[in-house]
Nanobody, 113 residues
Framework: VQLVESGGGLVQPGGSLRLSCAASGFTFSRYGMSWYRQAPGKERELVAYISRTGGSTNYGDTVKGRFTISRDNDKNTVYLQMNSLKPEDTAVYYC???????WGQGTQLTVSS
């Protein structure tokens, strides 16, 4: 199983960014996928989850209405569209198979002016 995140970077408050997670080594369409994040000194927290088909999604309370998780089963990729970014969104973002089954290496998002 391999999960490779990309798309992180430095964004100004109020800005947008899309993270991608390319999956390989398993049958992608058979698994729900999730995004987590971990800020310095804090525990890793669930950001968003998407079901195998994409028909069901769930979000953490702090990102509801601002973030959107989606997936492309033909490309074995899961995405996280992040809008209206805030400094408190600064964290390392991790892609996960299921909810913590396997993890990617993470991608850093910094929201700062």
């Amino acid at each position: 199983v391999q999960l490779v995140e990309s798309g992180g970077g430095l964004v100004q408050p109020g800005g947008s960014l899309r993270l991608s997670c390319a999956a390989s080594g398993f049958t992608f369409s058979r698994y729900g996928m999730s995004w987590y994040r971990q800020a310095p000194g804090k525990e890793r927290e669930l950001v968003a989850y998407i079901s195998r088909t994409g028909g069901s999604t769930n979000y953490g309370d702090t990102v509801k209405g601002r973030f959107t998780i989606s997936r492309d089963n033909d490309k074995n990729t899961v995405y996280l569209q992040m809008n209206s970014l805030k400094p408190e969104d600064t964290a390392v973002y991790y892609c996960s198979r299921g909810m913590g089954d396997y993890w990617g290496q993470g991608t850093q998002l910094t929201v700062s002016s």
